[in-house]
């Protein structure tokens, strides 16, 4: 079973140029219905394989709202160990998106070697924090570790050297000038990526004239790593003046992510492997109880292509409700960042502008396929 679905977009176009992006997001994501009545463990235990992506991140907010309701204390060890699982499926995300966007726009065939060695990082982390049990069982707790989980934070580290950035000048502290240098240079994919399009002249291609204001927090919020690398100096460089981003802003920001996570992953792994039994201390559980008893907890990840937050509502063990809000649901909603960057693109053929509109959505990145109409 998946509960993948499509999205939908439709370009209203006059003189090369957008004047409205018609954006329908898939269904929403209905899972209550479908898991009410089973016992929450096996929902946890079923909900990464109910999507094509991002599983690893859908699992981590499952397993802390279960956790939640239940009124389990995780502890901060194995909370940290998921989000380094959480973290090593970003990267792979991320490199395999550009390596793939490369190929496209190069029209050649990607570097199968490097994706496939992007692939098996997050099943052979997974195996060297938990070997004994799944990560995402509630209750569950990290193991103490052998150097296996080092190694890979070594490969992973090697591989986004030779997919992003191989130089020793952080990417994120950059300037413009910089940053097409380094891309002249054509070191990495990432950089044979975005050489064409800063020669085409379309760094700003997609931006909108006016950036997500206070209105359009919450659900419509951008939380894509835009967001979160939306303050390094590369990112902001390529920012309107009203802090509104293009298609190279939203390159640049994960690029400048890739590059950086596995570090990230290196300094959690330290960390795990310092810390002494006693240091896994229980964190406070975010459930509540009501009047007839029903337990809620929530939970959330910071997934590749944004924010996922679960809820799920239990009632004598097992599943009551269950709610599910995606980040391709609010990026791609009628009024959010994808219509609005969209409907803001201009080229001057019409093959350029679909050029443009397919590099812009796979920057967005919706987590299921997309069909595009021009009219």
Not at 349 to 356: C, K, N, S
Request: hydrophobic share 45%; proline share 6%.
């Amino acid at each position: 079973m998946s509960l993948d679905g499509r999205v939908s977009i439709d370009l209203l176009c006059e003189a090369g140029a957008v004047q409205q992006a018609v954006v329908t997001p898939p269904p929403p994501v209905e899972l209550g219905p479908i898991v009410k009545g089973r016992p929450i463990a096996e929902v946890v235990a079923a909900i990464g394989s109910l999507f094509s992506v991002c599983g690893m991140a859908q699992s981590a907010a499952g397993v802390e709202a279960a956790e939640a309701a239940l009124g389990i204390d995780a502890g901060r060890r194995t909370r940290e160990a998921r989000r380094l699982l959480v973290l090593a499926e970003t990267l792979r995300e991320h490199l395999l998106m550009i390596g793939l966007d490369h190929a496209r726009l190069a029209g050649q065939p990607p570097d199968m070697k490097s994706l496939r060695r992007a692939m098996t990082l997050v099943p052979r982390l997974k195996h060297a924090l938990f070997p004994y049990g799944d990560a995402f069982t509630p209750g569950s707790r990290v193991c103490m570790f052998g150097p296996e989980a080092d190694e890979i934070a070594a490969e992973a580290a090697a591989l986004a050297h030779v997919m992003v950035h191989a130089g020793k000048a952080p990417l994120g502290d950059m300037d413009r000038y910089a940053f097409a240098a380094w891309a002249g240079g054509e070191s990495t994919i990432a950089a044979r990526l975005v050489t064409p399009i800063l020669a085409r002249d379309w760094a700003m291609a997609g931006c909108p004239k006016e950036p997500m204001g206070d209105s359009h927090e919450g659900r419509l919020a951008d939380t894509s790593c835009l967001a979160r690398q939306g303050g390094e100096p590369l990112v902001r460089a390529f920012l309107s003046e009203n802090g509104a981003a293009g298609l190279v802003a939203r390159l640049a920001a994960r690029f400048v992510e890739a590059s950086r996570l596995p570090g990230q992953i290196a300094e959690g792994l330290a960390a795990l492997q310092a810390a002494r039994d006693g240091d896994d201390l229980a964190v406070p559980c975010q459930g509540s109880a009501d009047a007839i008893g029903d337990r809620t907890g929530t939970g959330s990840a910071e997934a590749a292509r944004g924010r996922v937050e679960h809820r799920v509502v239990l009632r004598d063990g097992r599943v009551a409700d269950y709610a599910i809000a995606a980040p391709t649901s609010s990026h791609f909603a009628a009024d959010g960042v994808a219509a609005r960057s969209l409907a803001a693109l201009a080229a001057a053929t019409r093959e350029d502008l679909a050029t443009q509109a397919d590099l812009l959505i796979r920057a967005i990145d919706p987590c299921v396929g997309y069909d595009v109409r021009f009219c």
